[in-house]
């Protein structure tokens, strides 16, 4: 297993700054995953623990071993990229087996290697393929074994999903999941999919412009967001964010006449954060008046969207309950579910 630990980073392109300055530790054994929108900085990061790049200053640390200069083929780290990048023209078996030909390991060796490997990943039927042949999950399995066959310290993972559809997503999330755990090596995973990053991760870096604007459990991301970016990042609808504040204990929102309900923040002007999921919708329910403007159907649940006065909403309708445009329902929540950001730092309220 392999602790990683990322001093003052610094890496600009061109002379504009990719990442200004950036601490990070990444637990050892853990599978981390770094979240985050296009442009923030999160491949970067990967190539430069790889070797790929090198930071303008700043230091890589790796088991204790300064790496920030070493090469990329001496740090026996292995990196899974987005479009497999196999080698078209050899089988499976012959893609697995490359690493261990390239390290000089003997016959005996590169054939029990492949064929545990192939036997780990449910490949041992594909081994005579070649990369053409297979689906996106297929090739993608492939990848991972020929990553993982050299038993390298930490595996890096670069959006390596993103080129499969939505039912091969979600099998794959699971495989790459239960094969760290069953490995017990560290991996760092990159994504800008937030599914991906909740239901994968020991640990979540949400990062935006090289910054890293919240780290902790994805159950820490979600319920406690540290500022109202990563609250808006994490959660799908987004998170609603409203303008109001508190005066003797009364919460009130921007454009409504009358409070919403009692709370114990300090009186101050606040943005207010409240999921969807905790605006429940009903036509008998005490709380605020809602004109319904859109309604989503996801399944299982029904989301609707509207306005708080002038201040637009997304509510969540009860299951089996039908709801029509134009109509105006009732929405409550209770003062648990409330996120307080201060309104010029946009950092939680405590």
């Given at each position: 297993?392999?602790?990683?630990?990322?001093?003052?980073?610094?890496?600009?392109?061109?002379?504009?700054?990719?990442?200004?300055?950036?601490?990070?530790?990444?637990?050892?054994?853990?599978?981390?995953?770094?979240?985050?929108?296009?442009?923030?900085?999160?491949?970067?990061?990967?190539?430069?623990?790889?070797?790929?790049?090198?930071?303008?200053?700043?230091?890589?640390?790796?088991?204790?071993?300064?790496?920030?200069?070493?090469?990329?083929?001496?740090?026996?780290?292995?990196?899974?990229?987005?479009?497999?990048?196999?080698?078209?023209?050899?089988?499976?078996?012959?893609n697995l087996a490359f690493p261990l030909q390239v390290a000089k390991a003997d016959?005996?060796?590169?054939?029990?290697?492949?064929?545990?490997?192939?036997?780990?990943?449910?490949?041992?039927?594909?081994?005579?393929?070649?990369?053409?042949?297979?689906?996106?999950?297929?090739?993608?399995?492939?990848?991972?074994?020929?990553?993982?066959?050299?038993?390298?310290?930490?595996?890096?993972?670069?959006e390596p999903l993103s080129n499969l559809d939505f039912q091969l997503r979600n099998?794959?999330?699971?495989?790459?999941?239960?094969?760290?755990?069953?490995?017990?090596?560290?991996?760092?995973?990159?994504?800008?999919?937030?599914?991906?990053?909740?239901?994968?991760?020991?640990?979540?870096?949400?990062?935006?412009?090289?910054?890293?604007?919240?780290?902790?459990?994805?159950?820490?991301?979600?319920?406690?967001?540290?500022?109202?970016?990563?609250?808006?990042?994490?959660?799908?609808?987004?998170?609603?964010?409203?303008?109001?504040?508190?005066?003797?204990?009364?919460?009130?929102?921007?454009?409504?006449?009358?409070?919403?309900?009692?709370?114990?923040?300090?009186?101050?002007?606040?943005?207010?954060?409240?999921?969807?999921?905790?605006?429940?919708?009903?036509?008998?329910?005490?709380?605020?008046?809602?004109?319904?403007?859109?309604?989503?159907?996801?399944?299982?649940?029904?989301?609707?969207?509207g306005r708080f006065g002038e201040q637009a909403i997304v509510a969540h309708g009860?299951?089996?309950?039908?709801?029509?445009?134009?109509?105006?329902?009732?929405?409550?929540?209770?003062?648990?579910?409330?996120?307080?950001?201060?309104?010029?730092?946009?950092?939680?309220?405590?």
């Amino acid at each position: 297993m392999s602790r990683v630990e990322l001093k003052d980073i610094v890496k600009s392109f061109a002379g504009n700054p990719v990442i200004p300055c950036l601490n990070l530790e990444i637990e050892s054994g853990k599978l981390t995953v770094l979240l985050g929108p296009s442009g923030c900085g999160k491949s970067t990061l990967l190539r430069l623990i790889a070797g790929l790049e090198y930071p303008d200053a700043g230091k890589i640390i790796l088991d204790g071993e300064d790496i920030t200069t070493l090469e990329s083929r001496r740090r026996n780290i292995a990196m899974v990229f987005q479009n497999y990048a196999l080698y078209p023209h050899l089988t499976v078996r012959e893609n697995l087996a490359f690493p261990l030909q390239v390290a000089k390991a003997d016959k005996v060796r590169i054939d029990r290697e492949v064929a545990a490997t192939a036997e780990l990943l449910g490949l041992s039927s594909m081994l005579a393929r070649y990369p053409k042949t297979l689906s996106g999950g297929e090739r993608q399995r492939t990848a991972v074994g020929r990553a993982i066959i050299r038993n390298p310290r930490l595996f890096l993972l670069d959006e390596p999903l993103s080129n499969l559809d939505f039912q091969l997503r979600n099998q794959m999330r699971g495989e790459i999941k239960s094969l760290q755990r069953r490995l017990g090596k560290t991996m760092i995973y990159v994504t800008h999919d937030q599914t991906e990053a909740m239901t994968m991760a020991d640990t979540l870096v949400v990062l935006e412009k090289g910054k890293i604007m919240q780290q902790g459990t994805p159950d820490e991301v979600y319920h406690r967001p540290a500022n109202v970016f990563t609250a808006r990042f994490i959660g799908s609808p987004p998170i609603n964010i409203l303008r109001g504040s508190v005066r003797r204990g009364e919460l009130r929102l921007e454009s409504l006449s009358s409070p919403i309900c009692h709370v114990t923040m300090p009186d101050d002007d606040y943005l207010i954060g409240i999921r969807p999921d905790d605006l429940i919708a009903s036509p008998e329910s005490a709380g605020v008046s809602m004109t319904i403007e859109r309604v989503e159907f996801h399944g299982a649940t029904t989301y609707l969207y509207g306005r708080f006065g002038e201040q637009a909403i997304v509510a969540h309708g009860p299951d089996r309950r039908r709801f029509e445009v134009g109509e105006t329902i009732r929405v409550a929540f209770t003062p648990e579910a409330v996120h307080f950001f201060h309104h010029e730092t946009l950092q939680r309220c405590e």
